[in-house]
Each structure stands twice: as C-alpha cells, then as structure tokens.
C-alpha cells in the first residue's frame, strides 16, 4: 500500500521550506518517526520523522529544492496487513493519492521542530509536554502505521546509483566540510550509526594538511622564483560567487527591510564607566554560588535591561497597525541576537523578568549554543518583545542596530575598554562601555528612550543603585 508523505507545516505559519538532505534512499526500510531528512525554514533546520513504517518508494524532491507546505515530498510501501487486498476499489484508491487532498494538519505544530531536536540537547520547550511521549507527525488512526516491517517485504527496482546512501551529517557539520573543502563521502563517520561528526571532518583537514606539506614545500621555490615569493592572492580563480537568496538570509533581509521602512528608527548613544560590574563579575566567578555558571557582560546588561523595563514600560510594546492600538507587554520576552553559520537569528528567552541572575545565564547559555547548532525550533524564533545586540564581541564599540520587527526598541552593547576617564575629579584608567538604543519613535518618546537609557546605565556603572529603583 503506497502512502505520501506530504510537507507539513513546522509551525508558526510557515508557507514553504528547504529540503537540506534526506537521510534515506529508495528501497530503504524505515521504521516509525526515524529521522528522513533535514529540512530548513526560514528561521532554523529541522529533523523530519517519518510518519509511516515502510519502505521508500520515491522521493519527490531533491535536495536544494524549496518545497511549498502540502506538497508531497516522499512516498512509503506500507505493509496492508489486516488492511484491505490491494486488488480492491478501496485500496486502488489509496494507492494513488495524486488527486487526494493534502491531509488536514494540526492548527498549531510550532513543537514539531523543537520535538525532533537530536538527543543529546533537550528541548528547551519540554515543558509544555503532558509527560507522554508523542509522534512527531499526526498519523491518522486508521493508517496501520505501527505494524511490523516484514522481511520479506519487495523492494521497487531502481538504478544502483539512486541506491547509494547519502552520507549522514548534521547540517552544520556539512557546511564546515563544504567550507573546508571536505568530501564527505570518502569520511567514515565516527558518531552513532555512522555519523559523520565535526571532529571527523577536522581530522581529514589535518590528514589533507600534513599530506600536501611535502608538496607545498617543493613547490615554494617555484613560487618564489616565478612571484618573488608572494602568496596567491585570494582573488585568484573565478571572478565572481553567486549564492542563491533563501532560508534564514531571506528571512533576515524581508525583516530587516520591513522594519527599516516601516518603524521611524530613533538611535542614542551612552558611553558609561562599567568598572564597578567587571568587578562584580570577577567577584561572581569566584563565589560558590556561581561556581558553575558562566557569568558575561552579556548577562549582567540583560538583567540590568529587564529591571530597566519595569521603570519605562513603553520600551516593551508593539504597534498593532491592523487593529490601531498599541499593545503593552506585561511579560519579557528577551531575543538575543545570534551570528551562526545560517546567518543572523534572534531566539528569545520567554518571561525573562521572572528569572535570578543564575537562571538568566544558564538560559542564556543554552540559547546561543542551540542556535549555532542550527536547532533553534521556530517557537523560540518568535514572540520576542525586545531584544539586544553584543557587537562588542567583535570588538565594536557602537553601532545604529534596525529593530526586530514587532518589538519597539533593541539595545547594543559595544566592547568593554581600558581607557582614560574622570573619576572622583581624578584621571583614571577605567573599562568603558558604549550602549545604543535604537527605537520606534511611534511608541516611544525621545524623554522615554532617554530614561530607560540612563536607567540602564546607572545599573551597569553602580549595580548597587539596583537597590533604589524597586
């Protein structure tokens, strides 16, 4: 019995998506909710679970191909035990669901991407869950999708070469390799059922390396004598690379024009002595009680933001332009820009307000290491009410940040410095950092943006100051 598998909706709307790689091949057996390939929304990658026991009997669509949601992407030969003979009407019409309408899919499936996370890192959504283990995908009941494979069972005759096995990777391993150079399939992979890891692909660079040492060193003459000894340029080789505009950049590129053109931007800066948290957080890192947590800058201003909320709660709205009004925010909702391999995401951290320092940080943690990975679910991709920007980690010291759309404000943090500055009508050396506001202007005044600033500021250069504003 021949069932499609069609693309459903991963959540949050979502109109189409990317086929990153599929993990089987024509002729495979599959068994119920085993991962069938990678597939990429516009906001993070996803495991897709089969939602059959079977064999694969074709696969619709290539890899690279943008597939919209409802279209079917892979054909199962499911065992028909117990069902009807596939010689009756009944079953000459399940067998050719071309003409069938895609099947009905649930209203919501934001946690199908966060549900297929690979093991190893839980999900950060898992508490929303009854505590019963759930399929990936809905399965209609009548489908007998939980009857064991058979042996035995035919398998459709295909070319040798559609039977090759496409190496198993993560999609942020098969970008290093495709960067590095690394054919992946001349790497046996050392992870489970074959795997192929980043320490795999690291280790055949070295191997390449030591390799090409011998020859790159009888070649260095030729190159002197014929270059004068200069390296080859980067330049050299093709004239120009041409990358196809999808997934996450698109994503980025619509927001950001959207919300450039849409939202009056407003920017200000404050330059502010932060000497007194470093030396908080030199204090924190040797405290038992954040003996294992990992405390940053990064932490200290996000909490210093969300105390600063509760001063100037217009910083924490959104314009409602379809309803005209302006909806207050009662809840934080933290994004936290991240550059990853996939381009710029800003995850959030839900109901940030309610959490210690501790908590922050440990959240914070498991945010910016899910998103470079690649697995942010697209739930925790959206709902943000205001967010923050660490430039300083590439050693900027200020910048003019275009805002989430949705959220009214977005806050950069510059790098921390040594340098020269007043303090207690002396000259001293001090660490210095830099902190731009930008926000729509519809929500906010100049006097709001102004305060919440300096609120900010007032936080992160005397933490204890903390203690008057509650």
């Not at 019995?1 to 024509?26: C, N, Q, Y």
């Amino acid at each position: 019995m021949i069932k499609e598998f069609r693309l459903p909706d991963l959540g949050e709307g979502l109109t189409e998506s990317e086929i990153v790689a599929w993990h089987v091949a024509v002729g495979d057996t599959v068994e119920l909710n085993q991962v069938i390939a990678d597939v990429e929304t516009a906001k993070a990658v996803v495991e897709l679970p089969s939602p059959y026991a079977g064999v694969v009997a074709k696969l619709h669509e290539q890899p690279g191909t943008v597939v919209e949601v409802g279209s079917p992407i892979v054909s199962f030969d499911v065992p028909g035990s117990g069902g009807p003979s596939t010689n009756s009407p009944d079953a000459s019409a399940d067998t050719n669901d071309d003409d069938a309408p895609p099947p009905k899919r649930e209203p919501n499936l934001v946690g199908y991407g966060a549900a297929v996370e690979k093991t190893g890192r839980p999900a950060r959504r898992a508490r929303r869950s009854s505590g019963a283990a759930e399929p990936a995908a809905p399965v209609r009941a009548a489908e007998p999708v939980g009857a064991p494979v058979m042996a035995e069972a035919p398998q459709p005759s295909v070319p040798a070469e559609a039977q090759l096995e496409r190496p198993r990777s993560t999609p942020p391993v098969r970008k290093l390799a495709r960067d590095l150079g690394i054919d992946l399939t001349a790497l046996n992979g050392s992870g489970p059922q074959g795997l192929i890891t980043r320490e795999d692909v690291l280790a055949e660079q070295q191997k390449s390396a030591q390799e090409g040492s011998g020859q790159q060193g009888s070649d260095r003459g030729v190159q002197s004598a014929e270059t004068g000894g200069a390296p080859a340029s980067r330049m050299n080789g093709e004239r120009e690379t041409r990358t196809p505009i999808k997934g996450v950049r698109k994503h980025t590129a619509a927001a950001m024009v959207a919300s450039a053109f849409t939202a009056p931007h407003v920017t200000e800066f404050l330059t502010v002595d932060v000497t007194a948290s470093m030396d908080l957080l030199a204090r924190l890192k040797t405290s038992r009680a954040f003996a294992d947590v990992r405390i940053t800058p990064l932490v200290l201003v996000a909490k210093a933001l969300c105390i600063a909320l509760d001063r100037n709660p217009t910083l924490n709205s959104r314009w409602d332009e379809a309803a005209q009004e302006i909806v207050q925010h009662h809840y934080v909702n933290l994004g936290i820009a991240a550059a990853t391999p996939r381009g710029l995401v800003v995850p959030n951290v839900r109901d940030a307000h309610t959490l210690g320092l501790r908590e922050l940080a440990d959240a914070l943690k498991g945010l910016t290491e899910t998103a470079r990975a690649g697995k942010t679910s697209p739930a925790d991709l959206s709902g943000g009410t205001i967010s923050i920007t660490n430039v300083g980690v590439f050693g900027i010291d200020a910048g003019t940040p275009i805002l989430n759309p949705g959220e009214a404000a977005i806050l950069a943090m510059g790098s921390v410095r040594k340098m020269p500055w007043e303090y207690q009508n002396e000259i001293a050396l001090r660490q210095v950092m830099t902190l731009s506001l930008s926000f729509d202007h519809r929500l906010v005044d100049g006097e709001q943006g102004s305060r919440f600033l300096a609120d900010i500021g007032t936080i992160l250069s005397d933490p204890g100051m903390v203690l008057t504003m509650v």
